[in-house]
């Protein structure tokens, strides 16, 4: 039984794995990687990941993102992802420095180290930035910056919205390749 869909997990490697199917079935450690079939026997997805110690809840990849992923295995041996160079996290925008810039979003990404050699260096992210849009997407959690980042080519040339010193700063950032 399917019971939820397009939940959001994340992978051991810290990964956001999106639009994840939740289902009743069973699943054993070490079984990840059997289709998830529906009552017509077409494969739906692929099981993924169960929740240790909670019964009979376990995730799948949808099919439509595992024959996407192994296309780009077999053409190009891996998967490219767009790589910033930072470890942050979710913060919420204090209420008075959100009606001084006249933010209506509540949240950022606050920045508490950039990589150095990263493209967040290059494009002068600094710690204690606060990360509010990427391109034209409202960041207002790590999550939204996750799927922003794999959602958008590497290489690209991104205009990234931070706060610094209580002001709004915009800075050009090509992102890089993991």
């Not at 990840?32 to 929740?51: E, F, H, M, Q, R």
């Not at 600094?126 to 997407?137: H, L, M």
């Not at 080519?153 to 390749?177: A, C, H, Q, W, Y």
Request: glycine fraction near 10%; include cysteine; proline fraction near 4%.
């Amino acid at each position: 039984v399917i019971s939820a869909l397009g939940r959001s997990l994340r992978s051991y490697s810290g990964h956001l794995m999106e639009n994840i199917i939740q289902t009743d079935a069973s699943l054993n450690p070490g079984s990840s990687g059997g289709p998830l079939v529906d009552i017509y026997g077409k494969v739906i997805g692929v099981n993924t990941a169960i929740i240790q110690g909670a019964q009979g809840i376990c995730f799948a990849i949808p099919i439509n993102t595992a024959k996407w992923v192994a296309g780009l295995l077999i053409k190009e041996g891996r998967v490219r992802r767009s790589y910033l160079g930072i470890i942050g996290q979710s913060v919420i925008i204090p209420r008075k420095l959100r009606d001084m810039l006249n933010l209506k979003q509540e949240g950022g990404v606050y920045i508490i180290r950039v990589a150095p050699s990263s493209p967040a260096q290059r494009g002068n992210l600094q710690s204690g930035d606060i990360i509010i849009t990427a391109g034209n997407e409202v960041i207002n959690n790590i999550d939204d910056l996750h799927r922003f980042l794999s959602h958008t080519p590497p290489n690209t040339k991104v205009i990234f919205k931070v706060i610094r010193d209580e002001k709004i700063r915009e800075l050009e950032i090509t992102l890089g390749s993991e």
